[in-house]
């Protein structure tokens, strides 16, 4: 029992950082953009993220061992649902050791939205203290909303910031 509890204590830290404070927005910084790196594909090819320039990107840092990142996974496929996918693209970036476990886990879950493993290191934008984690990019790969924790991304809000 008290190495269940440990555990639990464990997967809850390192899975989502509740505690922390959203780091303040320095508005006299540079805007963060999208950064240059290569994802596998659920089929084993290969992508480069900022080939998706030209479209709003949503990019989600998730992991099969994260119940808060699978529960907001619905919301975001709903999400997925109500947008322009011409103009729109999703990147689900399992962080899971085993890629395989991820595309397991979509393909059971009936996720249809691209999963996709880093093919390398993840860049410093990307390095965070806990998962779930979300970054929207506008069309030219400036950064126009994060957000650190599980939310529901099924809001009429998300709707329009990727409409428009």
Request: aromatic letters at 10%; one cysteine or more.
């Amino acid at each position: 029992m008290k190495y269940l509890l440990i555990a639990l204590v464990a997967l809850l830290i390192a899975c989502n950082n509740a505690a922390e404070p959203a780091p303040e927005v320095n508005k006299t910084a540079a805007v963060p953009t999208l950064p240059s790196m290569d994802l596998r594909t659920a089929d084993g090819s290969y992508i480069n993220l900022s080939s998706l320039k030209g479209k709003k990107i949503f990019v989600n840092l998730w992991a099969t061992w994260c119940p808060p990142c699978r529960a907001e996974m619905p919301g975001i496929q709903r999400l997925a649902g109500k947008v322009d996918s011409s103009k729109v693209a999703f990147v689900m970036l399992s962080l899971d050791e085993e890629f395989e476990a991820a595309t397991r886990y979509a393909k059971q879950t009936k996720l249809n939205l691209p999963v996709y493993h880093p093919a390398s290191g993840l860049p410093t934008l990307f390095q965070t203290g806990g998962i779930p984690v979300t970054y929207i990019f506008n069309e030219a790969g400036e950064l126009i909303f994060r957000h650190d924790r599980a939310d529901n991304y099924d809001q009429p809000k998300f709707v329009e910031m990727l409409n428009n």
